[in-house]
Structures are given as structure tokens and as C-alpha cells.
């Protein structure tokens, strides 16, 4: 993301000031006055210095609180991601104590649909924690080009994926409440596409107290938040996750997210507030069950939603196959209808029909396979690799705005 559009594209890291009582025309998209100079802190790792057990094969990323480097064991050649607390922080305890924070949660998980956290160290004024090295795009990147040739199977196999990344969080306690494009990683494994959910940068454990500055603040990214954090962060839970992982299916099965509004204010308003264009209306080829699916994880009210995101895998599960049942009922339709039914070819209806059942058996198999997948396997039997310069995409905060909008 090019620091000029970050404004209105990603996630917000200072804090809007209230609105004026006359109404002010937003900035234009790009505006440069609502981010920070791209310059400020600098890498202080160099190719080829060694941390610790490992070497720096090189910089991969910046953001507002760290710095992420490509590297190796020292004795090894397998690529690890290496996230730097930026040092001038280091003196700053709330950064300090939320830089261990996400290390904490990230220990505590192991799946091969989640980064996987190798170890936390702190070595002469640099505290890092080393992650596992994912060489793929991001799923941002991945709608931009692929999104609009895929079918809703891989629609439904990929983002099933992610939901199960979702789901081990969520088994451990952890709410990730930034679920969005930049924060998906997909890899290739074995020819398959396998999705990995990163960046814990603003998770907290469900359990956790919320103190009366995050309860003053709004944090996530405006494009892919869901209506209670602004309205009511107490209720914040897993089936946010669910609602900003519904944005993001939205925004690969039509091509363009719920809600095309810029500024952040309106942004937050329309996830609290209204419903989008109904999906089959931006893409008509989407079966009615895929959209009832897309539909639901956009729901208001947390209840309303899929209550955890394994009900949700069952769901895109159930629409792929009544997609298809629909289509192997239109085809065999047709089929009879051309069929010429006389005395004379009594024989070609009963192959036919038998066919078209078979063949419509095998595709469900092979849905029903293709989504569950293996993908809840253990990551430690997984040989995958990291992309780290996709890994440090969300300043801290992401997003701040008083609650009295």
C-alpha cells in the first residue's frame, strides 16, 4: 500500500478530531495531510549481520511500531520472518507490553491455517519474536488478480481456510478484530492454495478486561469492521471476526466491497447502519445459497451471524453442493428434453439419467472434500514457507476515532 492512499485505503493510525460544526469536504483520496512523512524510524539490521541464532538475509517490511527482516538459522537454510520492535520504543512500556501481548498470543497457536510463532528474544536493544516464512501473495493481492475467474468452490475452499485459522484462534481465547485482505497470506501446498491468517498486532483474549481508553477508542480497519466495535466493544467477540471475514467473501465473490464509501466516518456508519447491494445483484452467476451465506455473516446483530466459524465452513459446504445439485437437476432437464422418447430408443433415457446422477454424485464428493480439505492439520508437518514483507501491514492502532462520531 503506497503511504499516500493509506488515508482511505488501510487502516488509521492517529485519532480523527470531532467533527466541525460546518460541515468540511474530506480530503481526496491520497491527501497526504492525513499520514505520517514516509520517512522515520530507519532499519538498524543490515544483510548479512547476525541476531541472535539468526542471519539477515534483508529488510521485507516497515510499520508503524516494527520492522520485519527476511532470515536464516545461522547453521540452516530454512527462511524465518523476524518482526522488530522498533527501538526507539523499546523505552515506551505500553508498546513493550503490547508487543509481548501479541507474542503471547501467538505462542499459544499451532496450525497450519495460522502463521506459526517460532520464538521472542531480546538482544542487544532489539526485542523480536521469529515467525514461520510464508512465500505467497496476500489475499488483498490475490482478489486484485485472480478473484474474478474463481469459481465459488475455490471461493468456498479458500475462505474455509481462513475460517479454520479463525476458529483454532478462537478455540485459544484470541479475537483477531482485524481480519481483512492484507492480513491473509496464501500459500501453495502441493498444488493447493492454502490460506494463512497473520498479524495479531490487535488481537485480544476474549477474557481480557477492556480498560476505559479502548473503550473510548475504535480499533480495526474502517473498510472491514463490524458494527459493535463501534457501537458496543464490550460485545466484541468471534463473531466479529466473522463479520469482517463476511466483508472480505463479499468483496471476492462480487468485486467490490459492501460499502464504496472513503471516508471513514461514512464507512463506519454503513457497517452499523445500513445493508449492502444484495450480492446476486453485483454478480448474478452466485447461486441463491451462496448468497444466503454472504448475507448472514453481514447480519447487525452478533446472534444473527454464524455463531462460530466451523457452523460457517458447514454452510459454504452445504451452499456448494445445492449449487450444484441445482445444476445437475437443470442439466438433466435438458437433457430429457432432447431426448427422443419413442419405442425405438427406449434405451437412451435410463444411461442418460443414470449418468447425470453419477456424475453429480462424484462433483459432491469431490466439494465435499475440496472444503473440508486437510488444512487442520498440524502447521509442524506442513513444510511452508513465510512472506515477511506482507507480515507488518497494520500500524498500532490500526484505527482510532472517537466513539461520539
Known amino acids: 500500500m503506497r503511504p499516500d492512499t493509506a488515508a482511505t485505503e488501510g487502516p488509521m493510525k492517529s485519532r480523527i478530531p470531532r467533527k466541525p460544526r460546518t460541515p468540511a469536504t474530506p480530503p481526496p483520496l491520497g491527501d497526504k495531510s492525513q499520514t505520517k512523512s514516509s520517512q522515520g524510524p530507519q532499519p538498524t539490521l543490515r544483510y548479512g549481520d547476525q541476531f541472535g541464532k539468526y542471519v539477515i538475509n534483508g529488510f521485507a517490511g516497515k510499520g508503524a511500531t516494527s520492522f520485519v527482516y527476511e532470515a536464516r538459522p545461522v547453521d540452516g537454510f530454512e527462511k524465518v520472518a523476524v518482526k522488530v520492535l522498533h527501538p526507539h520504543l523499546l523505552a515506551d512500556p505500553a508498546k513493550r507490553r503490547k508487543f509481548y501481548q501479541e507474542a503471547r498470543i501467538m505462542m499459544r497457536m499451532r496450525h497450519a491455517n495460522v502463521v506459526n510463532f517460532r520464538e521472542i528474544m531480546e538482544i ?53 478484530r482485524d481480519i481483512k485482505p492484507a492480513n491473509i497470506l496464501i500459500a501453495t501446498q502441493q498444488g493447493r492454495l492454502v490460506a494463512k491468517v497473520i498479524d495479531f498486532g490487535l488481537a485480544r483474549f476474549s477474557d481480557q478486561p ?68 444484495s450480492p446476486r445483484e453485483v454478480n448474478p452467476a452466485l447461486s441463491p445459497e451462496f448468497e444466503n451465506v454472504i448475507l448472514r455473516t453481514l447480519s447487525k446483530r452478533p446472534d444473527s451471524r454464524f455463531n462460530s466459524a466451523p457452523e460457517m465452513i458447514q454452510a459454504l459446504q452445504d451452499a456448494i453442493q445445492a449449487a450444484m445439485r441445482a445444476e445437475m437437476m437443470q442439466l438433466a432437464e435438458e437433457n430429457a428434453a432432447t431426448t427422443e422418447w419413442t419405442r425405438d430408443t427406449p434405451a437412451k433415457t435410463g444411461p442418460n439419467q443414470q449418468t447425470a446422477m453419477l456424475l453429480y454424485l462424484m462433483m459432491c464428493m ?29 500500524p498500532d492502532p490500526s484505527f482510532h476515532l472517537p466513539l461520539n462520531l
Request: hydrophobic share 35%; glycine share 6%.
Open 210 to 277: 477492556i480498560s476505559a481508553q479502548e473503550r473510548s477508542k475504535i480499533a480495526g480497519t474502517a473498510a472491514y469492521i463490524s458494527p459493535e466495535e463501534v457501537s458496543d466493544p464490550d460485545s466484541v467477540g468471534q463473531t466479529s471476526d466473522i463479520y469482517s471475514l463476511g466483508v472480505m467473501l463479499y468483496e471476492a465473490a462480487c468485486g467490490q466491497r459492501p460499502f464504496a464509501e472513503e471516508d471513514p466516518r461514512a464507512l463506519l456508519e454503513a457497517h452499523a447502519n445500513r445493508m449492502p447491494p
Open 124 to 176: 542487544d536493544g532489539h526485542l523480536a519474536y521469529v515467525m514461520e516464512y510464508i512465500d505467497g501473495p496476500t489475499l488483498e493481492d490475490w482478489m486484485r488478480t485472480r478473484a474474478k475467474s474463481a469459481s465459488q468452490m475455490e471461493l468456498a475452499c479458500l475462505f474455509s481456510d481462513i475460517l479454520r485459522g479463525l476458529s483454532h484462534a478462537h478455540s485459544h481465547g484470541v479475537v483477531h
Open 366 to 394: 469431490r466439494a465435499m472434500f475440496a472444503v473440508l480439505g486437510t488444512s487442520n492439520t498440524s502447521s509442524d508437518t506442513t513444510d511452508s514457507t513465510l512472506k515477511a514483507h506482507h507480515l507488518d501491514r497494520t
